[in-house]
């Protein structure tokens, strides 16, 4: 028997988007090691295209020199150094990362997008303010400010993520295979009177989670997860059969999804009926095409 529980209503984690309907996105945010992987590749082709660029402008000024006998002013390099690496250190960054909405090359690499908080696309002045506290966490102090900052933070922000109100969303998921999962014969009975559609989404993942991995659960891990997804789902769910937890969640998943998929085909069948009705002429109407 699944063990009682006092019914709870629902809450959201704090690391989980939740949108204007209440329904809570399941996006991931990028774990620290690829955001750190993504950021060295970009701090390398953003400095090696400095190094490469501020070569040829040497190249060029050096050339205009030689042609027109005009000699700059030691002040008037200074300046120009300074514009070029503020150029390429704050300008091409951002620039970057409005034009292709939260993307850059060490992002794409490890399938990253920098998004809102709220999951929207990111403009200009959250770019902007990450590329200018960037150039200090990330360049200035190594790297440094922005590797103490993620590892401190659950969505591995760094100080730019969270004064601009971005993180980094996880977008290359492993690719979704199906559960080919059975209603247990012991709840055939049960599952012609249960109610399941309050079930919170959330609590739907879990479950799915849990069938997915749990072949490679030890098993009283198992068994102890199973428990306490059983008391997260008992509160949603009416009546409750006399089974063990792992049997009475697995009849939860099954018949949500069955009936899910019902009314995905009525609804459908619904659409198709209307769609040929329409077409139709009224009746008595001739034709005179």
Do not use: C
């Given at each position: 028997?699944?063990?009682?529980?006092?019914?709870?209503?629902?809450s959201y984690e704090d690391d989980e988007i939740v949108i204007g309907e209440g329904v809570a996105l399941g996006v991931p945010p990028a774990g620290f090691?690829?955001?750190?992987?993504?950021?060295?590749?970009?701090?390398?082709?953003?400095?090696?295209?400095?190094?490469?660029?501020?070569?040829?402008?040497g190249w060029l000024l050096e050339s205009y020199i030689t042609a027109t006998?005009?000699?700059?002013?030691?002040?008037?390099?200074?300046v120009i150094q300074i514009v070029w690496l503020v150029l390429w250190m704050i300008f091409v960054p951002v620039v970057v990362e409005t034009l292709s909405h939260g993307r850059s090359l060490g992002?794409?690499?490890?399938?990253?997008?920098v998004v809102r908080d709220d999951g929207g696309a990111i403009g200009f002045r959250h770019a902007l303010i990450r590329g200018l506290v960037g150039l200090l966490e990330i360049y200035v102090t190594l790297g440094a400010g922005a590797l103490l900052a993620g590892l401190l933070n659950s969505r591995a922000k760094r100080l730019g993520d969270m004064l601009a109100g971005t993180y980094a969303q996880l977008e290359r998921v492993n690719r979704p295979f199906p559960l080919n999962l059975q209603l247990p014969p012991s709840l055939a009975g049960w599952a012609q009177v249960a109610d399941v559609s309050k079930l919170p989404d959330r609590s739907a993942r879990k479950m799915h989670d849990f069938f997915r991995q749990a072949t490679r659960l030890d098993p009283r891990a198992r068994q102890h997860l199973a428990g306490d997804i059983a008391r997260q789902v008992?509160?949603?769910?009416?009546?409750?059969p006399d089974v063990d937890?792992?049997?009475?969640?697995?009849?939860?998943?099954?018949?949500?999804?069955?009936?899910?998929?019902?009314?995905?085909?009525?609804?459908?069948?619904?659409?198709?009926?209307?769609?040929?009705?329409?077409a139709e002429l009224p009746h008595g109407f001739p034709y005179r095409g």
């Open positions: 028997m699944v063990t009682a529980t006092t019914a709870n209503s629902v090691v690829s955001r750190a992987g993504s950021a060295l590749i970009d701090a390398i082709v953003v400095i090696g295209g400095y190094l490469v660029s501020l070569l040829a402008l006998g005009v000699m700059f002013e030691d002040a008037w390099i200074a992002k794409l690499t490890f399938g990253l997008r008992r509160p949603h769910v009416h009546p409750i937890a792992e049997t009475f969640i697995l009849g939860v998943a099954v018949l949500r999804r069955d009936r899910e998929y019902q009314g995905i085909m009525t609804r459908q069948a619904r659409v198709d009926r209307l769609s040929a009705s329409v």
